[in-house]
């Protein structure tokens, strides 16, 4: 009888499957890195663990997943908001349909390289490019939807996320970096609009573009500096256009990426720009490491956020070596802004 009933129970359970038995699994992942720059603080040097980020994904079936991705910057964070930080990155609902899919949540603005894929061993240089943070603000994420997919060889993505704080582009000669609301306060007067499309149909390269648009709402101020959402006085628009391309084969690397804003309505600025070359060789078969990876690289970029001061040049030399894909050890040196750089970083993802 046992058996029987054993039996019984078995085979319900196999016929009813799909609705009673969940087919779930959770991921966890990061990374984390850590910086000394030895010609800050008058050439004493300045050791910064600069980020840790933990994400968790569920797998709910072959189709549902939720992502998420916090980060803690700079060891701690104070109550006085003066050190670290603290964000929610990511924190989406996503539903992969095969050749295309859709998200829903806190979403990366996906414009330029860098800004999607940020993790320390997926970039030659102890920190992000420069070009990466004043002209595609990076890291860039708000709450949104986004669409995405591929028709052969091209990959397409289209994000909608809330606006931007017009009463901060252009603040303190940093284009739009200030303002990112980050989730936090979000209106949709307008929606920051983002179409990206990328092609890989050659074995190693991969070329892509993409272009930002927001009319981004003004504020009014009330008399203790708090923003009046309910009254709009103006707006100050953009459009970010940039255009991206990486090679990666035969031990050799290159990667470059060039933007421009463009902006209407903002006080005495009309356009950003910069760009960035990374050029490489991976010469670890060459001095006997054939398990790893060791980049010899140099970078060359210029950008301006303001249009009318001098370019900013940046100028580097570095060396990046790999014992395992998502490990990093960093070394660099050379000139940026005209001051001196050497600096030497870790890097893991997982």
């Known amino acids: ?77 104070y109550s006085d908001s003066d050190g670290g930080y603290l964000a929610m990155e990511q924190a989406y609902l996503q539903y992969n349909g095969g050749n295309w899919g859709f998200r829903g949540g806190v979403v990366l603005v996906p414009a330029g390289i860098t800004n999607e894929y940020h993790e320390p061993p997926t970039f030659m240089s102890v920190e992000r490019p420069n070009y ?60 920051t609009k983002t179409l990206q499309l990328s092609w890989t149909g050659r074995e190693g390269l991969k070329v892509g573009g993409s272009i930002t648009m927001n009319d981004a709402p003004v504020w009014g101020i009330d008399g203790d500096g708090e923003y009046q959402y309910d009254n ?17 084969k035969n031990n050799m690397y290159a990667r470059f990426e060039n933007g421009n804003i463009s902006y209407d309505g903002v006080a005495e600025l009309e356009s950003s720009s910069g760009y960035y070359l990374d050029l490489g060789y991976n010469i670890a078969d060459l001095v006997g490491y054939v398990d790893s990876n060791m980049y010899l690289w140099t ?11 001098d370019d900013t040049e940046v100028s580097l030399f570095g060396v990046t070596y790999k014992p395992i894909n998502n490990l990093s050890i960093k070394f660099e040196t050379g000139e940026s802004g005209g001051s001196d750089v050497m600096n030497l970083g870790l890097g893991y993802m997982f």
């Open 232 to 248: 709009q006085v103006g707006t100050a628009g953009f459009t970010l256009t940039e255009v991206n391309a990486t090679y990666r």
């Open 1 to 77: 009888m046992k058996k029987i009933l054993l039996l019984t129970a078995s085979l319900f359970a196999f016929i009813f499957a799909d609705e009673f038995v969940e087919d779930g699994t959770t991921y966890i992942g990061g990374y984390g890195e850590l910086h000394y720059e030895m010609e800050k603080n008058g050439g004493n040097g300045k050791l910064d663990f600069h980020r840790f980020i933990l994400y968790v994904k569920h797998q709910f079936n072959n189709k549902w997943s939720m992502m998420s991705e916090m980060e803690i910057e700079h060891n701690v964070v």
């Open 299 to 309: 970078r060359t970029s210029e950008y301006n956020t303001t249009d009318t001061g």
């Open 132 to 191: 990466n943070k004043y002209i595609i603000p990076s890291t860039w994420f708000e709450n949104g939807f986004s669409f995405y997919g591929n028709l052969g060889d091209v990959n397409w993505n289209f994000t909608m996320t809330g606006d931007m704080l017009g009463n901060k582009i252009g603040d303190s000669d940093e284009g739009l970096r200030k303002a990112r609301l980050k989730g936090y306060g979000s209106t949709t007067t307008d929606w």
